[in-house]
């Protein structure tokens, strides 16, 4: 069994994945027994909250030394029983209501949708994401016919003028694409995520379904597109580094230093964008990260929570790897998507966003996600698009 997981965790996460390491990893997991789920029992003791409302924990043997030991040493770092207590003192179950689809998109009101119109001072638009690259992203096959008349069948065509008019032709294509993982630029909806069994506002994964998907909190439940402001933290350029190195995490007072330069201050119903750089590197290098990266560290969950954010967003598949937390793989995933409904915008290209926002010395825009509307998924490929 623990093979079989370890071998969907590699195709969920691309080639770059270590299958022996993700072995080892579950394995262990496995052997320790069952996890906590959320409005669970047994959450460990609560602790004290310290400067802003975070956690002033101290260490833990539940905190391994995988995650940037350098950068953790210092900082008030939430133990394992802290990140698991996340599941309820984070929860947005039942916030908007026990039938609520929608989870932090509901902090995105009219009001904050007006603001965000107000963001465009200078009318520039940049894409947020990668291009699909054919055939290592996307499966494709593409009919071409320069003349339909030619076409096997154009003789049966109903419209005469189909079979008649020898000046007119098409291409057309079909497409095949696995979005999550490491590589395409897409959105999470809540339901891509279970946790003991359970997803977003308390239903059973049991609503998904292998042939029809998820009739819970899937991709659909955003149909009418996510518009808010966008804020970009430049956590790289805070830092000083081209980009940072796989297994740095990302804390709130990188955040809150980034808001601090860049004169900009993440409020209710953003989204915000994190920069590592490793778009750079991609650029540079073609490079794809496997299972170690650079990412948003668990501390960072209840500075989302407080600021009430929408969306986040990365320029990797937002966890910093490894965790630092040896029975909670992905803290970021799993409480953002199960316990607080927080949409999340996997491996997005901020290059072209960080240096507009250079220039133009602006750090917020107007930023538009539109997901395809496939029923029943659990996320879409998305072209984020950011406007100053």
């Known amino acids: ?43 460990g003791e609560i602790m004290s909250k310290g400067r802003a409302g975070y ?40 916030r908007w209501g026990d039938d609520d689809e929608l989870g932090t998109l509901n902090h995105i009101t009219d009001d904050v949708r007006l603001a965000a119109a107000r963001a465009v001072r200078h009318g520039r638009s940049v894409s947020c994401a990668w291009e699909v690259a054919v055939p ?10 320069p003349c339909a008349a030619d076409m096997p069948g154009a003789e049966n065509m109903p419209v005469p003028g189909f079979r008649n008019d020898r000046r007119w032709g098409f291409s057309s294509e079909r497409l095949g694409v696995t979005f999550h993982g490491n590589t395409l630029t897409h959105v999470d909806s809540p339901c891509h995520i279970f946790w003991d069994g359970t997803m977003y506002n308390g239903r059973s994964h049991s609503q998904v379904d292998a042939v029809t998907g998820s009739a819970w909190a899937a991709v659909t439940a955003a149909a009418n597109g996510i518009i808010t402001r966008g804020v ?18 990302v804390f709130p007072d990188d955040l809150e230093e980034a808001e601090r330069r860049q004169g900009v201050r993440v409020r209710s119903g953003d989204a915000v964008l994190l920069r590592t750089g490793y778009g750079r590197v991609r650029h540079e ?3 794809v990260s496997g299972f170690t990266q650079a990412g948003w560290h668990a501390s960072c969950l209840p500075w989302l929570h407080e600021r ?8 990797t598949p937002q966890d910093v790897q490894p965790s630092g937390y040896e029975d909670v793989l992905m803290p970021v995933h799993a409480v953002s998507l199960v316990a607080m409904g927080l949409w999340m915008l996997d491996n997005c290209d901020l290059e072209a966003c960080a240096t507009t926002a250079a220039e133009l010395g602006q750090w917020d825009f107007h ?19 950011a406007t100053f």
């Not at 691309?14 to 496995?30: C, E, K, N, S, W």
């Not at 009430?308 to 320029?315: C, H, T, W």
């Open 55 to 94: 956690s002033a924990c101290g260490a833990s043997n539940h905190v391994t030394g995988g995650v940037d030991a350098g950068m953790t040493a210092g900082r008030p770092m939430p133990t394992q029983d802290d990140v698991l207590g996340y599941f309820n003192t984070l929860s947005n179950w039942g």
């Open 308 to 315: 009430e954010v929408a969306l986040i967003g990365a320029d």
């Open 232 to 249: 970009l933290l430049d956590i790289a350029s805070v830092r000083d580094v081209p980009w940072l190195e796989p297994g740095e995490g």
């Open 367 to 385: 930023l538009a996600v539109a997901p395809v509307r496939f029923a029943g998924t659990s996320g879409s490929p998305v072209n984020p698009i």
């Open 1 to 43: 069994m623990v093979l079989t997981l370890a071998r969907m965790w590699r195709s969920h996460c691309g080639d770059g994945l270590d299958l022996a390491a993700v072995v080892f990893v579950l394995a262990d997991q496995y052997r320790s027994g069952g996890a906590v789920g959320p409005r669970g029992g047994g959450l």
């Open 285 to 287: 290098t073609g490079a």
């Open 136 to 145: 290592e992203d996307m499966e494709r096959s593409t009919t071409t016919c």
